[in-house]
């Protein structure tokens, strides 16, 4: 029986110009950049599971606010599949800091990238630019393989 789909829940923070992104790869083992945000526990909200992760990851607490961008990604060779959503996000207290880190041990670094900054980063999704800084509705990334 295949493994079932993993739903997580991704925040785009846009301050002062620039997405927050995050390198969630132990041992800074990839140079692939992402939204903060994380697998959605049972039992709790999609804000909540947002607010968490986004807490852990940076130690930023944030309010969460409308879906922009549902992304979906597989690795057929593993059977995996993600559907990752994604909202609109601004930062309501704490402050980005070279010291933080993430209790899980899974993100290694941050960074606040402008948009033209993000073309010579490789980010996943590839519509991630887009949705921080042009589309105004939601949007819908078909599914796409799993990059490393």
């Known amino acids: 029986m295949p493994a079932a789909v993993r739903l997580a829940v991704r925040a ?8 927050l992104l ?17 697998g959605v526990e049972r039992g709790t ?11 852990e990851e940076t130690g930023l607490t944030i309010a969460v606010g409308a879906p922009c961008l549902v ?3 597989h690795d ?30 899974v993100v290694n670094r941050w960074r606040l990238a402008a948009r033209a900054e ?3 980063l490789r980010v996943k999704p590839d519509s991630l630019a887009e949705v921080a800084f042009g589309a105004d509705g939601p949007l819908y990334d078909p ?6």
């Open 118 to 120: 993000m073309a010579g």
């Open 12 to 19: 785009v923070i846009v301050t002062d110009g620039r997405l």
């Open 76 to 105: 057929p060779t593993r059977g995996f599949h993600q559907v990752d959503l994604y909202f609109r996000a601004t930062i309501t207290s704490g402050t980005l800091s070279p010291d933080w880190r993430d209790p899980m041990g």
């Open 22 to 38: 995050v390198n969630a790869w132990p041992g800074a083992q990839s140079d692939l950049w992402c939204a903060p945000g994380g």
């Open 143 to 148: 599914l796409e393989l799993i990059v490393r």
């Open 45 to 55: 909200s999609l804000h909540e599971n947002l607010m968490r992760e986004v807490t």
């Open 71 to 73: 992304n979906e990604f």
